[in-house]
Nanobody, 113 residues
Framework: QVQLVESGGGLVQPGGSLRLSCVLS????????MGWYRQAPGKQREFVAD???????KYSDFVKDRFIVSRDNAQNKVFLQMDNLKPEDTAIYYC???????WGQGTQVTVQG
């Protein structure tokens, strides 16, 4: 059974940083693209970033130059380093695997002063 578990969310002030982690079980992460989506209150879920098995990273325009996605296949993990956070980054962040076939339960990120 494939499972994704996120951690690292929380409350942070504007301009602050958070690092999200996600551990994948059930399949080796080195075989799949891993990524992140988010859903803000009252809005649709949207793509944030992903990273392929060849370590090619792709970002949405609204997080480019602020967020960095990375992976550690030895730990079966994917990470999202989020810097210069803005109130509009407030959302539930979801980890995905295999081009968003598999989803985690999400972790809340709240940015407010």
């Amino acid at each position: 059974q494939v499972q994704l578990v996120e951690s690292g969310g929380g409350l942070v002030q504007p301009g602050g940083s958070l690092r999200l982690s996600c551990v994948l079980s059930g399949i080796p992460s080195r075989f799949v693209t891993m990524g992140w989506y988010r859903q803000a209150p009252g809005k649709q879920r949207e793509f944030v970033a992903d990273i392929t098995t060849f370590d090619f990273a792709k970002y949405s325009d609204f997080v480019k130059d602020r967020f960095i996605v990375s992976r550690d296949n030895a730990q079966n993990k994917v990470f999202l380093q989020m810097d210069n956070l803005k109130p509009e980054d407030t959302a539930i962040y979801y980890c995905t695997a295999a081009h968003a076939i598999y989803w985690g339960q999400g972790t809340q990120v709240t940015v407010q002063g």
